[in-house]
């Protein structure tokens, strides 16, 4: 059974920057992607950015320019930094990992709270 382990988060001033990290318990093959999800209270979760084994990444127009999702390979850890937070940015951030077989994995989630 694989687990994925997020930490990093935390309460942080608009303006201020954070970055997750998201580690799966053990390697995983054929991975097609891995991506960082979002859920504010009384909404639904979102997607926040998503990076193909390929290295495409994708991110929702709200973090544009802001957030970056990126891999290391190596120490199987999927990570997302954030900076200009604003307060509209605060939520549980969850991360996902889908494999080629169809196979979808989550983390426990990472609260973020950005607010003075």
């Known amino acids: 059974q694989v687990q994925l382990v997020e930490s990093g988060g935390g309460l942080v001033q608009p303006g201020g920057s954070l970055r997750l990290s998201c580690a799966a318990s053990r390697i995983i093959l054929n991975i097609n992607t891995m991506a960082w999800y979002r859920q504010a209270p009384g909404k639904q979760r979102e997607l926040v950015a998503s990076i193909t084994t390929g290295a495409s990444t994708n991110y929702a127009d709200s973090v544009k320019g802001r957030f970056t999702i990126s891999v290391d390979d190596a120490k199987n850890t999927v990570y997302l930094q954030m900076n200009s937070l604003k307060p509209e940015d605060t939520a549980v951030y969850y991360c996902?990992?889908?494999?080629?077989?169809?196979?979808?994995?989550w983390g426990q989630g990472a609260q973020v709270t950005v607010s003075t």
């Open positions: 996902r990992l889908t494999t080629l077989w169809g196979f979808v994995y």
